[in-house]
């Protein structure tokens, strides 16, 4: 059991030194949040809970856990917006017809910045450093025959711009650590790709046979959702993922 | 209410019924959805509670909490998983949400989207319990469930451009309909 206490404080401080964003804030005045994935509509932001409903943010005030306070809604005028994902001071929204990054200077009142419009597509964003990372995936209902992943410089917030995009099978949810970008492409697998350079980004491994939807890193250990199960896997040498655990489904 | 029910029956029924020469092509086993029904919405609240393990089915989106891992059963609740040791993650209890997809987790609370509304769930006692604080209700108006198909929270719905979706046909007598469910269909009568 020692072991395993061991093995899981080292997990909590690994994770602890995550980049803002990633969601797991044990910082934050003692305040103690979980990890969602990049498919997630729920988010916090200081004392904030901001809910995705549809073309909707809601936004609540959570200092007092047991009473929520409903704040307002903001209509985030699309057609419908299919994730959230707070980085620094703004939030970044997975749209069918882009990316849209809202500021959050004001936390209770989110504002509008801009947009990156693409193709109408779906799926979801993050962001590390000046670059966001986007897929499009078809499969769905805003599918158009498009499969990319899309790299985007938002060092001018109010001016995303491309910079590259990569074909792929069928990319849905995706995390990145450093220069290692984890990306679930659908029922090609989980694949790890070297970001280091944006222009001649590379697959560095896959692991294959899970139909991967969306993943979390959480130390060295990627959780990963897929058709058939919950998969862990182990990322501490990313060009060599080893399973740690499945749950099947039924 | 129940006018609402009538026409969102009749809409469905309109835009949903095959002609008999189209039937012939309708495959005899074909994945879809069903209607999830309610009777009664005010007492919502009381659809959310905690029950032992569950199997997983639709496995849907995943958070970390703590020890916990969570995984969501798509539109059903949450399992919770003890993954102290990641290599034998253990199920501990199923927190039965109605229309549940998304969850995130603060301090022990849990704040989960359910039918028209946010539900927050104090989780300090699991596995032995769980207390309900508050149910809050979406200020914005839905009407109508998402559509077979249409509900962008879930791609493996796999729903081709241009291809039918096809689901189990609608009982009004049933209740309201809150939702839809992926279900394998026997030569379904009703798609979209």
Known sequence: MKKYLLFFSLILLIGSCQKEGSELSSSDGGNTTGIGGSMAKFTFHKQYLYVVEKQFLQVYDVSVASKPLFLRTIDLNNTAVETIFPYGEYLFFGTQNGMLIYSLSNPSIPSYISTYSHIVSCDPVVVQGNIAYVTLSTGNQCGRGVNQLEMIDISDIYNPQLLKMYNFNNPKGLTIDGTYLYLCDGNAGLKVLDVANIYNARVLETFAGIDAFDVIKNGNILTVTGKDGVYQLDCTNPLDLKLVSKIGKN | ?192
Request: hydrophobic content about 40%.
């Open chain 2, 1 to 192: 209410m129940k006018k609402i029910i009538i026409a969102f029956a009749s809409f469905v029924f309109l835009m949903g019924c095959i002609q008999r020469d189209d039937y012939n092509a309708v495959p005899e086993v074909i994945d879809g959805f069903k209607p999830v029904y309610v009777k009664d919405t005010t007492n919502f609240v009381d659809s959310v509670y905690l029950t032992p393990p569950r199997v997983l089915n639709n496995p849907g989106k995943i958070y970390l909490y703590k020890l916990y891992l969570i995984v969501n059963e798509y539109g059903k609740g949450a399992h919770i998983f003890d993954n102290s040791n990641p290599q034998i993650p253990k199920a501990i209890a199923f927190i039965n949400i109605p229309l549940n997809y998304d969850i995130s987790i603060k301090n022990n609370v849990m704040y989960a989207d359910a039918y028209l509304g946010l539900v927050v769930i104090d989780i300090s006692m699991l596995p032995s319990s769980i207390n309900i604080l508050s149910f809050m209700r979406y200020k914005t108006n839905r009407v109508y469930p998402p559509l077979p198909g249409a509900d962008p929270n879930f791609n493996f719905g796999r729903r081709g451009w241009g291809n039918k979706t096809y689901f189990e046909c609608i009982d009004p007598q049933k209740g309201l309909i809150i939702g839809w469910e992926p279900t394998t269909l026997l030569k379904p009568k009703c798609y979209q």
